[in-house]
């Protein structure tokens, strides 16, 4: 117990240092702004899967309204569309909290003797990994989109009418 104080004030001795603590937080500085820039990029994932769910759920009541009318092939395409977006809302949040251990890392390794600088570059990369895949699916999200369902045209005449 004598020994908790005195290494409570060797903590408060390494970390008083304040050109100790700007090092660290210039350091941390890019995976800090690509946090942001993955939270934006959730943003917009998020709007999109929204916008399926609230889709896949206004045509479920019109095919329960309306039994004779089929959207099975908008709905298969809108779920496919959901669960692609739903991984990329995945790996994206596994991005983001992969880069905030990166950055807790970083100030920590700054106040330890054992060196981690390798640790600190596997998840550099493994972020990097998993930003790159969550985008990736993103992408095909918005490709699928674009194409539209197989028979878009005759489902789209069914909601008009």
Do not use: C
Not at 10 to 16: G, N, R, V, Y
Not at 38 to 49: D, E, K
Not at 70 to 88: C, F, P, T, V
């Amino acid at each position: 117990m004598v020994h908790a104080p005195q290494a409570a004030l060797d903590i408060i001795e390494m970390t008083s240092s304040t050109p100790g603590v700007m090092q660290m937080l210039q350091f941390s500085l890019a995976p800090a702004f690509l946090l942001v820039g993955i939270g934006s990029i959730m943003n917009v994932m998020m709007s999109r899967l929204t916008w399926v769910a609230n889709r896949i759920e206004r045509l479920e009541l019109q095919a329960e309204e309306k039994p004779q009318n089929s959207y099975e092939d908008e709905l298969a395409w809108l779920a496919r569309r959901r669960a692609i977006a739903q991984r990329a809302v995945m790996f994206s949040t596994a991005a983001a909290g992969l880069i905030s251990v990166l950055i807790a890392a970083l100030f920590i390794s700054a106040y330890i003797s054992l060196k981690i600088g390798t640790v600190i570059a596997v998840l550099w990369v493994a972020t990097m990994a998993l930003l790159i895949t969550g985008l990736s699916l993103f992408f095909r999200e918005t490709a699928i989109a674009a194409k539209g369902p197989a028979s878009r045209g005759s489902t789209s005449r069914k909601l008009e009418g």
